[in-house]
């Protein structure tokens, strides 16, 4: 069962009041002699994360002050939630400038932590939330990140294409979707030439998992997420310090099922259509190799230049799959695909591609509105050359080591032919902030949800 970070009442929750650094010399003079003496001994300022814990006259707990600072980190209050060692609490004094739901969201943020293999020192902290509305909403979101965050967190032994369709499964079971699983060599029988050779050399067979929900006359919504449960980077392999985290090289796919399970769990109006294509980049006697010419479902031949670029060879098979049995109304890929994503945008920032101006300028406001840093990169053309092969249709990497996460949209712009579609080349990952461990996270999620919900609603 889920966590519950959020509850409808409380006889007695501990109340909690959020003060920016602007807004900390008005909140001073509002309070109490006694109150105003402990936060003055503190120094507390309003500054991010200042946490000051206010105690009765028995010395009990009845209040916890905490700083926002400028307010302008959309999971800044995750600091506290992390801090907290259980307990019921309820927010008195928010900023009247942002919308709580994004302190929702920064609460169950900090509240989760991965408990598969190690027990967690403490329960949960839970916030009330008395509005019907905002703490569905609240909870819909909270249970989908973390499920994202638990897919992305387990290691490759228990998350496998196999188990990675099991979970898929058990989403489709909770929502009353339908799964269809392509698996090994019936990847060629129906077509999936790229995604079989890319997984062909794992003990777990790759397969296309396809979840459909919802009527087909409505909107038809198409989500795409690579699902390479674990990349060794094939032949051209990987160093140590670069295959470590290598279990989260599905995290496009954690995305694209967050985004599908809030769709659901909001019955939006759309027909929902998930692609995911799992598979293990491992070595072994059946491996594909640099300069194999790969077929794909499209139809162009692909010249093989490096085996660590396999991500996007199985998102052209799916995307092309997505945009048969008509063209969808929008479509959406997530993908852990670059470092080179990273070095661009920095470890928060989730780049995303699109042709539509409409859709990028929707994505730019949601992420502002909701705090989910996002950027919009140039699919810029003339790059295309870099992707030029003399013999095949094209080469699945770039030539020379410059703008690889532009050369890796651009690769898969050549399955996509449609002007709805965005791209994100996302981290899928945290290093250690908000007092807590490095792990997963999620990273455009929220803007993306955000934009479809306007969208479909």
């Not at 105690?55 to 916890?64: E, F, V």
């Amino acid at each position: 069962m889920p966590t519950t970070y959020f509850l409808a009442a409380h006889d007695s929750p501990i109340p909690i009041d959020l003060v920016t650094s602007a807004g900390v010399k008005d909140y001073l003079a509002a309070q109490s002699e006694y109150t105003s003496e402990i936060l003055g001994s503190e120094s507390f300022g309003g500054k991010a994360g200042e946490l000051v814990r206010l105690p009765d006259m028995t010395g009990k707990l009845s209040r916890i002050v905490f700083g926002l600072g400028k307010a302008d980190d959309g999971l800044g209050l995750a600091a506290l939630s992390s801090a907290l060692k259980g307990g019921v609490y309820r927010f008195d004094f928010i900023p009247d400038d942002v919308d709580p739901a994004i302190f929702y969201a920064a609460w169950a943020d900090g509240a989760y932590k991965f408990d598969r293999y190690k027990a967690r020192p403490s329960a949960a902290p839970q916030l009330v939330i008395t509005d019907e509305a905002a703490r569905t909403t609240a909870n819909n979101l909270a249970a989908s990140v973390d499920l994202l965050r638990d897919l992305v967190n387990t290691p490759a032994q228990d998350m496998s294409p196999s188990l990675l369709q099991a979970e898929i499964q058990s989403l489709a079971d909770e929502f009353g979707a339908k799964l269809k699983p392509v698996i090994g060599d019936d990847l060629l029988d129906e077509n999936y030439p790229m995604i079989h050779a890319v997984g062909r050399a794992a003990d777990d067979e790759p397969r296309l998992l396809h979840l459909s929900w919802g009527k087909p006359g409505d909107p038809k919504l198409a989500i795409v997420g690579k699902g390479i449960t674990f990349d060794t980077g094939g032949l051209d392999l990987k160093t140590g310090g670069y295959m470590r985290l290598m279990k989260k090289d599905m995290g496009g796919s954690a995305h694209a099922i967050g985004l599908a399970r809030l769709v659901m769990a909001h019955k939006l109006p759309v027909f929902l259509n998930l692609y995911i294509p799992a598979a293990e980049n491992a070595i072994g006697a059946g491996a594909f190799r640099p300069g194999d010419i790969l077929a794909s479902r499209k139809g162009l031949t692909v010249e093989i230049d490096n085996t660590d670029a396999e991500g996007r060879l199985v998102l052209a098979d799916a995307l092309t799959r997505a945009q048969e049995d008509g063209v969808p109304d929008l479509m959406v890929d997530f993908a852990t695909l670059t470092g080179a994503a990273r070095v661009a945008m920095g470890p928060e920032v989730a780049p995303f591609y699109t042709d539509d101006d409409a859709l990028a300028e929707a994505i730019a406001t949601a992420s502002g509105r909701v705090m989910d840093p996002a950027w919009r990169m140039p699919m810029w053309m003339p790059y295309e050359s870099m992707l030029k092969s003399d013999i095949a249709d094209c080469q699945n990497s770039a030539r020379g080591p410059m703008g690889g996460s532009i050369t890796a949209a651009l690769f898969l712009k050549k399955f996509v032919e449609m002007t709805s579609w965005v791209h994100w080349d996302v981290w899928a990952w945290r290093n250690a902030k908000y007092g807590n461990a490095e792990g997963a996270a999620a990273q455009g999620l929220r803007a993306m949800f955000e934009v479809v919900k306007n969208r479909y609603s």
